[in-house]
Protein backbone atom coordinates (compact mmCIF):
# COMPACT_ATOMS: atom_id res chain seq x y z
CA UNK A 1 0.00 0.00 0.00
CA UNK A 2 1.38 3.58 -1.07
CA UNK A 3 1.26 6.24 1.65
CA UNK A 4 0.56 9.70 -0.04
CA UNK A 5 3.37 12.42 0.25
CA UNK A 6 3.26 15.76 1.09
CA UNK A 7 3.91 17.06 -2.44
CA UNK A 8 1.09 14.81 -3.63
CA UNK A 9 -0.96 16.37 -1.15
CA UNK A 10 -0.73 19.62 -1.65
CA UNK A 11 -0.67 19.37 -5.52
CA UNK A 12 -3.81 17.96 -4.82
CA UNK A 13 -5.51 20.52 -3.02
CA UNK A 14 -4.23 22.82 -5.57
CA UNK A 15 -6.20 20.74 -8.11
CA UNK A 16 -9.25 21.38 -5.30
CA UNK A 17 -10.61 24.83 -5.87
CA UNK A 18 -13.29 26.54 -3.91
CA UNK A 19 -17.00 27.63 -5.20
CA UNK A 20 -17.60 31.42 -4.94
CA UNK A 21 -20.65 32.43 -3.11
CA UNK A 22 -22.63 35.61 -3.24
CA UNK A 23 -25.84 37.43 -1.92
CA UNK A 24 -28.04 39.44 -3.59
CA UNK A 25 -31.27 41.77 -2.48
CA UNK A 26 -33.58 43.47 -4.05
CA UNK A 27 -33.41 45.84 -1.49
CA UNK A 28 -30.50 48.02 -0.79
CA UNK A 29 -27.74 48.11 1.79
CA UNK A 30 -27.66 44.28 1.67
CA UNK A 31 -30.06 43.71 4.01
CA UNK A 32 -33.64 43.77 2.79
CA UNK A 33 -36.14 42.65 0.57
CA UNK A 34 -36.02 39.59 -1.30
CA UNK A 35 -32.59 37.76 -0.81
CA UNK A 36 -30.80 34.74 -2.79
CA UNK A 37 -27.82 33.02 -2.22
CA UNK A 38 -25.90 32.60 -5.68
CA UNK A 39 -23.18 29.91 -5.76
CA UNK A 40 -20.42 30.01 -8.75
CA UNK A 41 -18.45 27.12 -8.93
CA UNK A 42 -14.72 28.07 -10.29
CA UNK A 43 -14.72 26.01 -13.68
CA UNK A 44 -17.18 29.71 -14.63
CA UNK A 45 -13.66 30.53 -15.81
CA UNK A 46 -13.72 33.91 -17.39
CA UNK A 47 -16.12 35.96 -18.87
CA UNK A 48 -18.57 33.95 -17.19
CA UNK A 49 -21.80 36.22 -16.92
CA UNK A 50 -24.84 35.86 -14.57
CA UNK A 51 -28.09 38.11 -15.61
CA UNK A 52 -29.98 39.04 -12.48
CA UNK A 53 -33.33 40.58 -11.91
CA UNK A 54 -34.71 43.27 -9.50
CA UNK A 55 -31.33 43.26 -8.05
CA UNK A 56 -30.08 46.13 -6.08
CA UNK A 57 -27.26 44.82 -3.93
CA UNK A 58 -24.89 42.39 -3.74
CA UNK A 59 -22.40 40.66 -0.84
CA UNK A 60 -19.46 38.48 -1.64
CA UNK A 61 -19.54 35.77 0.91
CA UNK A 62 -16.50 34.44 -0.34
CA UNK A 63 -13.95 33.71 -3.35
CA UNK A 64 -12.69 30.66 -4.45
CA UNK A 65 -8.77 30.87 -4.42
CA UNK A 66 -7.76 33.38 -7.09
CA UNK A 67 -11.11 34.63 -8.33
CA UNK A 68 -12.41 38.02 -8.91
CA UNK A 69 -16.32 38.98 -8.47
CA UNK A 70 -17.45 42.09 -10.27
CA UNK A 71 -21.04 44.00 -10.70
CA UNK A 72 -22.57 45.53 -13.68
CA UNK A 73 -25.16 47.62 -14.33
CA UNK A 74 -26.54 46.01 -17.43
CA UNK A 75 -27.41 42.66 -17.94
CA UNK A 76 -24.32 41.64 -20.36
CA UNK A 77 -21.57 42.43 -17.91
CA UNK A 78 -20.27 45.58 -19.85
CA UNK A 79 -21.38 48.56 -18.76
CA UNK A 80 -20.30 50.39 -15.10
CA UNK A 81 -18.12 47.65 -13.92
CA UNK A 82 -17.59 47.67 -9.66
CA UNK A 83 -15.19 45.39 -8.18
CA UNK A 84 -17.41 43.70 -5.47
CA UNK A 85 -14.85 42.50 -2.71
CA UNK A 86 -15.36 39.67 0.32
CA UNK A 87 -18.04 41.52 2.64
CA UNK A 88 -18.77 44.14 1.21
CA UNK A 89 -21.96 45.48 0.20
CA UNK A 90 -21.95 46.71 -3.86
CA UNK A 91 -24.60 48.97 -5.24
CA UNK A 92 -25.40 51.44 -7.84
CA UNK A 93 -27.68 53.90 -7.61
CA UNK A 94 -30.05 51.51 -9.90
CA UNK A 95 -30.36 48.35 -9.63
CA UNK A 96 -27.71 45.70 -10.61
CA UNK A 97 -27.96 43.94 -13.91
CA UNK A 98 -25.31 40.86 -14.14
CA UNK A 99 -22.00 40.15 -12.33
CA UNK A 100 -19.42 37.59 -13.16
CA UNK A 101 -16.88 35.21 -10.79
CA UNK A 102 -13.70 35.20 -13.17
CA UNK A 103 -10.95 32.14 -11.84
CA UNK A 104 -7.81 31.50 -13.60
Known amino acids: MKAFTPSLI ?3 AALVAADSHLDSWSGSNCNSGDHLTWTAPPS ?3 NTCKSVGNVKSIKVNDLGS ?3 ATVYTDS ?3 NNAKAA ?3 QCVQFS ?3 GSFSVDCP
Do not use: D, M, Q, W
Open 76 to 78: NCS
Open 94 to 96: GKI
Open 85 to 87: RVG
Open 44 to 46: HGP
Open 10 to 12: LAL
Open 66 to 68: GCT
